[in-house]
């Protein structure tokens, strides 16, 4: 288990990656919105257009992600597979699927 908090990855690790890269961010493209519950929980968008990652629900997003705190930490950590928590259920998808997918580019440090 991570000591690490959904803001942590989000505010720190994940706009550190799309700031060294931006281009690469934009290609993707895309907002997403992340509403995640329990502890640390809150709501954040990543805006892969401009690149940036803010606190707060987005005007107008085109992937809303839905799933506990700690399930979030764990895909972002690579110990939760991101495919098996949608299938079981445990990350929920609105909008665009297939923008959801390029997520997992941005998400995993390994893929960035």
Known sequence: ???KTPEQVLMGDLAGRIAK???RAKKIGGVF???LEGEHGGTWHLD???PVVRAGAAEKMNVRIRMKAEDF???SEGRLNPMVAFTTGRLKVEG???MAIKLQQVLSPQGW
Do not use: G, H, K, Q
């Open 96 to 98: 665009n699927v297939a």
């Open 33 to 35: 919105e992340f509403v």
């Open 1 to 3: 288990m991570s000591d």
């Open 73 to 75: 930490v764990a895909v």
């Open 21 to 23: 890269n931006p281009e």
């Open 48 to 50: 892969l257009n401009v």
